[in-house]
Every structure is written in structure tokens, then in C-alpha cells.
């Protein structure tokens, strides 16, 4: 790409450069840019705070790496930054550098650096705060990372602070060796930060609903005195909290379909079928658009068992092994979709134990009976089973970074009997040293619960049962319906 063409960009991009030479409010673009204004048309009000310390200025001189599937509002977010940042009086808004790296290469990303500091020359004075470098979807460029590396060891733009978006976690591109490692800075922020769908908490935020949200609890003791107390004065509540939980389950929490569940009964086919783009310009390389749907429904309806590989590339029509091992390998590393492997009783992982695998929003398991006749719906247990999972790796990732990005969350347990334990202890760091997490088993009933609870208790001698609608903490055993789990786990 030309030098030209690159300023172009970069001014198109950043419409506060000419708002603070001409003296407009460096605020105003925000009310007519497209992204923001298409925002506005299916807003709950639902805002991430995932750049909040970016955005005002708690963070400096660092690197942050934002990820997590399309979709999902990476570049909004990028955008409200740039308008808190550029209403700050502290802040000249030509400090502020967007740039839009979705087509851009190696190259032409080194030049926009280059560029973007030309352009905006004339905040360099000796007292001038660091520039803000916001790059989007950068991910897709080939050797971003080293590029990144260089121009932070080499160039003024290490003095700077970077944010970085990208949809897929690629392994080619080194993000750990390349950027993280000795590059922490003199803070204790989070420099890897993963922007995923809403999390039920989100969702019962704007639903309307107005039920409480109690503070998510200790991983390691979800059975405190404390989280008796709460759920025991919530217990009237029940029936509403598994109406809410089943809403979540049938439209996720991307936003704009959460905004269509709520306001028009369902998700709108357009954007199942921008989801479905996203996923095959993501995961269909090497194979016809039409498996998408296929892998997603063999995932959906496989997904509360251990996955047999062979018997399932098999079954669903893919070459080899090999090939479909590609496919799920590529769902992971576009956050689509999260591996559960077999842990024995200490968290450790069991070598060559079949996984696990679940989709990390309901909406994908829903996506191709919407959009194809004759595949088969998800069912709401398993729904709901996958729901907790996610909600748990997040939350051990936001306990020590970089363990969803390396499959080091969950895992499930296989007793000496044979039965399973759906999301077993595994370690997680605690001011006292390493403690394991408490198990939890999903059983999305409405009675007879005790029989499934005697699997958890045989094992560990207590633990939390998620039920559909039971609550009962008197046993060893806690029955606490799904989404009171969901709320105490994040």
C-alpha cells in the first residue's frame, strides 16, 4: 500500500485530528461515526469495561492485547475509548492514533506507525503525555506481532501506550515470546484481555427483568457462609432467576442479538447469518461453506460427553482426523468454541484423555437449525452445562492471565467407577498459595437431585449441583440452581 493511501486512512479514521485543529469538539465525530451510529439503532445501554483504565489514562507505557470472536464489539469499544480519551482535557486528541489494520500487512502496519507519528507532529512538545496507539483487528495480518516487537524496541512508539484487537488467537504469530515476555512495564495492569459475549450478569443488566445480582464469589468456596446467606435470602426468586436463565440460553450474549431477544421475541436471520459469515471466513479454508453448520450441530449435540475424534470426523463427513482436528482447532482459536480435557483428582491434566468441547455462546449452538432445515436444536441442559463452563474458564483467566488463550482452565473428572464430575477442581492462585477451585456437576433438573449429588460427594465430600430451579444448602452438597451459579462464578 502506498504512502498516501495509508494517510488517508489514517485521517478518515481519526476525525478528532481535525475537529481539535478547527476548534470543534473533539467529542462530536462520535455522534455521526458509522460503527457508533449503527450501535445507537440496537442499544441496551450494555458497555464493556475491558479499556475503562486505558481510557482514562491508569494505564501508561504499555502494551494491552485485546481478543475474543467477531462480532462481539472489539471495535466499538476501541471507538469509545478514543471518545473518553478525546474529552479529557489532560489529552490532546491528535495523541490519539486509530488504525484500522484489517488490510493492511507487515509492512504497510510499520508504515502507519511511521506515519500516524508524522501526522500528528505537532503535539511533540517536551511536557506532551504519550500517544495512544489504537490498532484494530490486527490479528489477521501475518507477523504482526514481530512487527509490533520491533516497532516498540526500535521506534518512540515503546514510550507509548498500544492496544492491539484481534480475532484469532494464531500461534504462528508469537503473542507471548513476541510482546508479553519482560514487556510488562512499571504497572500491574492486564496487558492479555479477552472480550467475550455477555455474561449472564450482563444479560440480566439490561433485560429488564430487575432481579438481583449478588457479588460472584470465591472459586474455591463457593460454599461460604456468606453465599449461603445470599442465595437463602434470594431463595423466592428462584422460578424468575430459570425464566432469565432460559432467555439467555436461547439468544447468548452477543449484544445485537440480546437487543433483538429483547425487543423483537428473537435473534434476527441477518445476523445469524453474519455470525455463520464470520465463522466460515474464520474456519472454512480448506472445506465447502456448508460443513459450518454441520461441525457446530455435531459439537452441539456431543458436547456434555468426551469427544471421540475419529468416530466424529467420521460421522460428520470430514476426510480424516486430521482434518476435522483442524476445524476444532480453529473454533478455539477464534473463541468460538473451548476445550474441556480430563483432569485426574489433583487438576492435572490427563494425557491422551478424549476432551470435552463446548461452544462459548448458546447463539452458535442455535445457529444451524436456525439457518439450515433438518439440523437438530440444542437442548437446554446442555446449553446450560456449556454456559457454566465458559463462565468458569473466564473467570479462572481473570485470576491468572493467558489460561484460557492455553486451554488451561477447565476439566472434568472421571471417577474410579466410571461416572464423571462435569467441571472438577483443578488449581487456581490464592493469597494462601495454589487451592483448587470447587467442584461442580451440572444436572439442569427440577427434583431427584440427591442421586447425582452422592457422585460429587463420594469423590470430594461436597460441592455445588447445578440444578434448573432446586435451591437447597443443607446437604454436603449444594443444590444451587444454574444461574445463581453463573452469578457467583462471575
Not at 471421540?308 to 460428520?316: F, G, H, P, S, V
Request: with cysteine; charged share 25%.
Amino acid at each position: 500500500m502506498r504512502d498516501d493511501q495509508i494517510r488517508a486512512i489514517l485521517r478518515q479514521a481519526n476525525p478528532w485530528w481535525l475537529a481539535s485543529a478547527t476548534g470543534v469538539s473533539p467529542t462530536a465525530w462520535a455522534s455521526s461515526h458509522r460503527l457508533l451510529r449503527d450501535r445507537a439503532r440496537f442499544d441496551l445501554g450494555y458497555r464493556s469495561p475491558v479499556l475503562d483504565d486505558v481510557a482514562t489514562g491508569q494505564v501508561d507505557d504499555k502494551l494491552v492485547v485485546l481478543t475474543g470472536p467477531r462480532r462481539v464489539g472489539k471495535s466499538i469499544v476501541l471507538l469509545d475509548t478514543a471518545a473518553t480519551l478525546c474529552g479529557r482535557d489532560d489529552v490532546d486528541p491528535r495523541q490519539v492514533i486509530h488504525i484500522p489494520a484489517d488490510d493492511f500487512t507487515a509492512q504497510d502496519l510499520a508504515r502507519a506507525f511511521a506515519l500516524g507519528r508524522d501526522l500528528t507532529r505537532s503535539v511533540d512538545r517536551p511536557d506532551s503525555r504519550p500517544r495512544v496507539w489504537l490498532l484494530d483487528e490486527i490479528s489477521g495480518i501475518s507477523g504482526w506481532t514481530t512487527t509490533l516487537k520491533r516497532m516498540r524496541d526500535q521506534t518512540l512508539v515503546g514510550e507509548d501506550t498500544v492496544v492491539a484487537t484481534g480475532s484469532r488467537w494464531v500461534g504462528a504469530d508469537d503473542i507471548t515470546a513476541d510482546l508479553l515476555a519482560g514487556r510488562a512495564g512499571r504497572g500491574s495492569h492486564r496487558r492479555l484481555r479477552h472480550l467475550m459475549p455477555m455474561s449472564f450478569r450482563d444479560f440480566l443488566a439490561v433485560s429488564g427483568r430487575n432481579l438481583p445480582a449478588f457479588p460472584a464469589a470465591s472459586l474455591r468456596d463457593l460454599q461460604s457462609e456468606s453465599v449461603r446467606e445470599a442465595l437463602q435470602s434470594l431463595s423466592f426468586l428462584v422460578d424468575d432467576y430459570d425464566l432469565a436463565w432460559q432467555e439467555y440460553l436461547t439468544c447468548g450474549g452477543f449484544p445485537r442479538a440480546v437487543y433483538g431477544h429483547i425487543t423483537n421475541g428473537d435473534v434476527s436471520p441477518g445476523y445469524l447469518r453474519d455470525l455463520e459469515a464470520w465463522l466460515i471466513a474464520d474456519l472454512a479454508d480448506d472445506e465447502t461453506p456448508d460443513s459450518v453448520p454441520l461441525l457446530l450441530e455435531g459439537l452441539a449435540t456431543r458436547t456434555t460427553s468426551p469427544l471421540n475424534l475419529t468416530k466424529t470426523a467420521r460421522d460428520l463427513g470430514y476426510n480424516s482426523k486430521n482434518q476435522f482436528d483442524r476445524r476444532l482447532n480453529r473454533l478455539i482459536a477464534t473463541f468460538a468454541a473451548l476445550r474441556c480435557p480430563q483432569r485426574n483428582e489433583h487438576g492435572e491434566i490427563v494425557v491422551g484423555a478424549q476432551a470435552k468441547y463446548y461452544l462459548t455462546d448458546p447463539l452458535l449452538a442455535w445457529l444451524p437449525s436456525r439457518l439450515r432445515a433438518g439440523l437438530a436444536k440444542p437442548e437446554l441442559p446442555s446449553l446450560s452445562e456449556a454456559a457454566l463452563a465458559t463462565s468458569l474458564a473466564i473467570a479462572l483467566d481473570d485470576l491468572q492471565e493467558r489460561r484460557f488463550t492455553v486451554g488451561d482452565t477447565i476439566g472434568y473428572l472421571r471417577t474410579g467407577s466410571g461416572q464423571e464430575i462435569d467441571l472438577a477442581p483443578v488449581t487456581l492462585p490464592t493469597a494462601d498459595g495454589p487451592r483448587l477451585t470447587t467442584p461442580l456437576e451440572s444436572k439442569w433438573v427440577s427434583h431427584g437431585w440427591r442421586t447425582e449429588a452422592k457422585v460429587i460427594e463420594n469423590k470430594y465430600g461436597a460441592g455445588v449441583l447445578a440444578t434448573r430451579n432446586i435451591l437447597d444448602v443443607s446437604h454436603p452438597t449444594w443444590a444451587i440452581p444454574a444461574p445463581m451459579v453463573a452469578l457467583l462464578l462471575r
